[in-house]
T-cell receptor, first 113, second 112 residues
Framework: DAEITQSPRHKITETGRQVTLACHQT?????MFWYRQDLGHGLRLIHY???????NKGEVSDGYSVSRSNTEDLPLTLESAASSQTSVYFC????????????FGPGTRLLVL | GQQVMQIPQYQHVQEGEDFTTYCNSS?????IQWYKQRPGGHPVFLIQ?????EVKKQKRLTFQFGEAKKNSSLHITATQTTDVGTYFC????????????FGTGTRLLVSP
């Protein structure tokens, strides 16, 4: 069965370190998204991609970067982790960028000390 | 930019009571989606509404899209403990390829 996976599921890091969160989907979807979820803010879009070599900034992109070298993967990098980036991170993919469901991964809980 | 507000933030009901959450967008939407997130889980797609005034039902869940395509509601009849979770609406804008903007969610707690 097609799926979307994230790794690691839990991560503790220190302020200033570079961290990369992996997202891998086997749906063969062109569209992939990264969100962060914090209490009181719901899901906020960090970066998104509509295909290989395409990346776009979302509403909370500062301090984050992504790259899309193939259809299956969209890794999220925190260039220099900050305590404000402690959050739960969800990756999602979708087939149709003009509408239709997004399928979410299980999430990564990141704690920045 | 586009904003999506959702109320209430939290609701605690007794099993068998009804529940409604409301979603309002600052701009006209091309479609609105609803997701459910169980405690400790990830958001799961429930439904998408596209047409003005559209009403869709899934068993005890009724979803509505406003005439102006700026608001939506989710109503659950006779809640069950399995309905516990956070319900999010997510709006997609009206011009071409648009990302989803999620509401802040309504957390539902159901006591037996």
């Amino acid at each position: 069965d097609a799926e979307i996976t994230q790794s690691p599921r839990h991560k503790i890091t220190e302020t200033g370190r570079q961290v990369t969160l992996a997202c891998h989907q086997t749906w063969n979807h062109n569209n992939m998204f990264w969100y962060r979820q914090d209490l009181g803010h719901g899901l906020r879009l960090i970066h998104y991609s509509y295909g290989v070599q395409d990346t776009n900034k979302g509403e909370v992109s500062d301090g984050y970067s992504v790259s899309r070298s193939n259809t299956e993967d969209l890794p999220l990098t925190l260039e220099s982790a900050a305590s404000s980036q402690t959050s739960v991170y969800f990756c999602a993919s979708s087939e149709d960028p003009t509408g239709g469901p997004q399928y979410f991964g299980p999430g990564t809980r990141l704690l920045v000390l | 930019g586009q904003q999506v507000m959702q109320i209430p933030q939290y609701q605690h009901v007794q099993e068998g009571e009804d529940f409604t959450t409301y979603c309002n967008s600052s701009t006209t939407l091309s479609n609105i989606q609803w997701y459910k997130q169980r405690p400790g889980g990830h958001p799961v797609f429930l439904i998408q509404l596209v047409k003005s005034g559209e009403v869709k039902k899934q068993k005890r869940l009724t979803f509505q899209f406003g005439e102006a395509k700026k608001n939506s509601s989710l109503h659950i009849t006779a809640t069950q403990t399995t309905d516990v979770g956070t319900y999010f609406c997510a709006g997609q804008g009206n011009t071409g390829f648009q990302k989803l903007v999620f509401g802040t969610g309504t957390r539902l707690l159901v006591s037996p």
